[in-house]
T-cell receptor
Framework: KNQVEQSPQSLIILEGKNCTLQCNYTVSPFSNLRWYKQDTGRGPVSLTIMTFSENTKSNGRYTATLDADTKQSSLHITASQLSDSASYICVVTGQGAQKLVFGQGTRLTINP | DADVTQTPRNRITKTGKRIMLECSQTKGHDRMYWYRQDPGLGLRLIYYSFDVKDINKGEISDGYSVSRQAQAKFSLSLESAIPNQTALYFC??????????????FGEGSRLTVL
């Protein structure tokens, strides 16, 4: 069964600290993996996309990694800010069928 | 103005009532989706449409119906609402064009409470 598991479910850190969110998937064959940020009361917005050939991609203070062999991805946030408080959702797309498999998300809270 | 607009943003209704959630988009995308979000369960696909004449059930379509009135409009109906349909509903679009990576563009969400 195609699944996407995210950890931790929730995380609280102090402003300025770094953190890493994890995403493990079993979707096969794999097309791409996308991280979305969902602010409270808003729709998810894409942060970055990882394809099979990419290992690391940065978007400002966000750095995503992908290990296609172990089917794992991480999202690292550097020097966290209060505005980083949100849910982060990992979505994996399988080849051909356009099927998207969603993780349950990680709820990140940044405290001052 | 938002590219994907959902109405209403919030709705409280009673069991048995018919509810329609509407979605309109200005992105020019052919593909539109309705998702439901519940705490701890993530986003689940209710229905999707790849063009005006194409409607497909998602993983949790029971109790819901949809209408694709035009390329830009996709409505979700609950014919007889029940309390376990209380959730946050999202409309989304995507572009199937060449080179597309399948990014979803979401509306702001419609929070539905069924009493």
């Amino acid at each position: 069964k195609n699944q996407v598991e995210q950890s931790p479910q929730s995380l609280i850190i102090l402003e300025g600290k770094n953190c890493t969110l994890q995403c493990n998937y079993t979707v096969s064959p794999f097309s791409n993996l996308r991280w979305y940020k969902q602010d409270t009361g808003r729709g998810p917005v894409s942060l970055t996309i990882m394809t099979f050939s990419e290992n690391t991609k940065s978007n400002g203070r966000y750095t995503a990694t992908l290990d296609a062999d172990t089917k794992q991805s991480s999202l690292h946030i550097t020097a966290s800010q209060l505005s980083d408080s949100a849910s982060y959702i990992c979505v994996v797309t399988g080849q051909g069928a356009q099927k998207l498999v969603f993780g349950q998300g990680t709820r990140l809270t940044i405290n001052p | 103005d938002a590219d994907v607009t959902q109405t209403p943003r919030n709705r409280i209704t009673k069991t048995g009532k018919r509810i329609m959630l509407e979605c309109s988009q200005t992105k020019g995308h052919d593909r539109m989706y309705w998702y439901r979000q519940d705490p701890g369960l993530g986003l689940r696909l209710i229905y999707y449409s790849f063009d005006v004449k194409d409607i497909n059930k998602g993983e949790i379509s029971d109790g819901y119906s949809v209408s694709r009135q035009a390329q830009a409009k996709f409505s979700l109906s609950l014919e007889s609402a029940i309390p376990n349909q209380t959730a946050l509903y999202f409309c989304a679009t995507s572009d199937p064009g060449q080179g597309s990576t399948g990014e979803l563009f979401f509306g702001e969400g419609s929070r539905l409470t069924v009493l």
